[in-house]
C-alpha cells in the first residue's frame, strides 16, 4: 500500500470516526457489485448521507467530501458474518452471557421467542467481525429445549442496537434434534403438523396436547402466511426432501442452514427456489447425516441453479471473520468466484428479506463498503477500510488492540503497565 493511501485511510478514521458521516468519493476502484451489472473496473462511487448516490467513471467530488483513491483495488459491499449469536453471546462455556437458547420444561414449543431483543451492539465480537469486511450478521436461535429454537433476524455491526427487515424461525430437523422428539426424526414431522394445526386454529387451545401459547399460533401462523423466512438447519438428503415436501404443502418460505448433502436433491431444490447456506469446509461425515459431505457442494448446487450463501456450523460467533475464507475454499472446488461474492453479499440479504437496504452496491442503497488491498476471498489479504452506512468505522478490535499493546517495545515497565 502507498503511504498516501496509508496516511489517507487514517485520517479518514481520525475526522470521521464511528459517530460522523460526510460526503466521500472513492476513485479508480475495481468494484464488485454483487449485481446483474457484475464487477466495474476503474469506476467511482460517492457516497453522500450515508447512500450509494451515483456509480461509474469520472464521477465530480462534491465540495467538502473526502476523496480516497482505491488505485485500482477491490471495492465491495460489506459481508455477511453468516448464522451467529453475535451480540447475543460473549463467552459459550459461560451461560449468563449466552442468550440464544430457550429451556422451558412445561411449555417447551415457544417460536415467539426472539433473540434479537438481547442483542449488544457494545459486544466485544462486533468488531472483531468487522474490521475483517463484515457488515451484518443473521442472529439465529439456537435449538435448547424444542426443535422450534425460536426468532432471529438481521443486524447490522455498526453499533446500532435494533435488528433490520423482517424476522426468521429458526429450526432444526434430523437427528442433532431427534432427542428433543422422543429420539425418533419421524416424530419431528408429527409434531410439525400438529403445531401447523394448531396456528391454523384446528387444535383448540385448552386442548391438553396443545404445544403452542397464543402468542405461539400467533408467530407461526405469520410463517405459515409467507410473512418471514422459516430457516431449517438440515443435513441428510432424505430430510430434506422431506423438509421440501412439507414447505409445499404448507406453502412456506424456507431455506436451509448446513446441508451438508444439499447437493444430493439440489434439482428439486432449484425448483422449490429454496437456497442453502452452506458450511464450505463440510467434508467429512462428522455424523450419519453428513455421510454424503463434500467440499463440492456449493459448486454442485449453483451449478443446478441453487441460491447459495454460507455459514459455520462450530464457533461462528467468534469466527464470523473466517466467513470469507470458507467462500475462498467454495472457489477452489468449482464454485464461480462472482457467485461466492454474491453469497457473501446479495444472496444472504435476499435470502432474509432486506437486499432492498444492502447486500450490493447499487444506487439508492446503504452505503456499507468495503476496501480491500487485494482479493476478498484469499486470506493473504485484508480489508483496508470499512464504511457502514457512509460512515468509517474504527479499523481497530480488542485483538488488535492487545496485539499492539504486547508486540511494541518493551518499556521502563511491564507490558502490563504499557497505559
Keep these: 500500500m502507498s503511504r498516501f493511501v496509508t496516511t489517507l485511510l487514517a485520517a479518514v478514521v481520525l475526522l470521521a470516526g464511528p459517530a460522523a458521516a460526510q460526503d466521500l468519493l472513492i476513485r479508480d476502484a475495481t468494484v464488485h457489485t454483487a449485481t ?34 482505491a488505485q485500482g483495488r477491490p471495492l465491495t459491499p460489506a459481508f455477511f458474518g453468516g ?12 451461560e449468563e452471557t449466552v442468550d440464544s437458547g430457550l429451556k422451558l420444561h412445561e411449555q417447551p414449543m415457544r417460536p ?27 442472529l439465529g436461535a439456537t ?32 437427528a442433532a434434534a431427534a432427542e428433543l422428539t422422543g429420539n425418533s426424526r419421524a416424530a419431528q414431522w408429527m409434531l410439525l403438523d400438529q403445531l401447523v394445526d394448531e396456528a391454523r386454529n384446528r387444535i383448540p387451545l385448552d386442548s391438553p396436547h396443545a404445544l403452542l401459547t397464543p402468542a405461539g399460533r400467533a408467530t407461526l401462523a405469520r410463517y405459515l402466511a409467507g410473512n418471514g423466512r422459516i430457516v431449517v438447519q438440515v443435513e441428510r438428503a432424505a430430510d430434506i ?13 424456507i431455506a436451509i442452514a448446513g446441508g451438508s448433502e444439499a447437493w444430493k436433491v439440489a434439482p428439486l431444490l ?21 455421510v454424503g459431505a463434500t467440499l463440492e457442494n456449493a459448486a454442485r448446487l449453483h451449478a443446478a441453479g441453487v441460491a447459495v450463501s454460507f455459514s459455520q456450523s462450530n464457533d461462528a460467533s467468534h469466527n464470523a471473520r473466517k466467513l470469507r475464507q470458507l467462500a475462498g475454499n467454495a472457489v477452489a472446488h468449482g464454485l464461480p468466484w462472482e457467485a461466492a461474492l454474491a453469497g457473501m453479499t446479495r444472496v444472504p440479504a435476499e435470502i432474509f428479506g432486506v437486499s432492498a437496504q444492502i447486500g450490493s452496491i447499487a444506487v439508492g442503497q446503504r452505503a456499507d463498503l468495503v476496501l480491500w488491498d487485494g482479493d476478498p476471498l484469499d486470506v493473504a489479504h485484508y480489508a483496508q477500510q470499512v464504511w457502514l452506512g457512509g460512515r468509517a468505522m474504527p479499523m481497530r478490535s480488542r485483538q488488535t488492540e492487545l496485539r499492539d499493546r504486547y508486540m511494541g517495545a518493551p518499556g521502563a515497565l511491564p507490558r502490563a503497565y504499557s497505559h
Excluded at 448464522?83 to 459461560?94: A, D, K, L, Y
Excluded at 453499533?159 to 430437523?173: H, K, N, Q, V
Excluded at 432449484?270 to 453428513?290: G, I, R
Design 270 to 290: 432449484a425448483q422449490a427456489q429454496v437456497p442453502v447456506l452452506v458450511d464450505a469446509l463440510a467434508d467429512l461425515p462428522a455424523n450419519f447425516d453428513q
Design 112 to 138: 415467539e421467542f426472539d433473540v434479537t431483543l438481547a442483542y449488544n451492539p457494545d459486544s466485544v465480537l462486533v468488531p472483531v467481525a468487522r474490521v475483517e469486511g463484515i457488515g451484518f450478521t443473521a
Design 83 to 94: 448464522i451467529t449469536e453475535i451480540g447475543i453471546e460473549e463467552v459459550s462455556g459461560e
Design 241 to 253: 426432501r422431506q423438509l421440501v415436501r412439507w414447505a409445499q404443502r404448507e406453502k412456506v418460505r
Design 36 to 69: 446483474a451489472r457484475g464487477t466495474l473496473q476503474h469506476a467511482d462511487v460517492l457516497v453522500q448521507g450515508g447512500t450509494l448516490r451515483a456509480i461509474g467513471p469520472g464521477l465530480a467530488a462534491p465540495a467538502g467530501a473526502q476523496v480516497i483513491d
Design 143 to 174: 435449538t435448547e429445549g424444542a426443535f422450534i429454537a425460536g426468532q432471529g433476524g438481521i443486524v447490522r455491526l455498526d453499533g446500532s442496537p435494533d435488528p433490520i427487515g423482517p424476522r426468521a424461525l429458526f429450526i432444526r430437523i434430523g
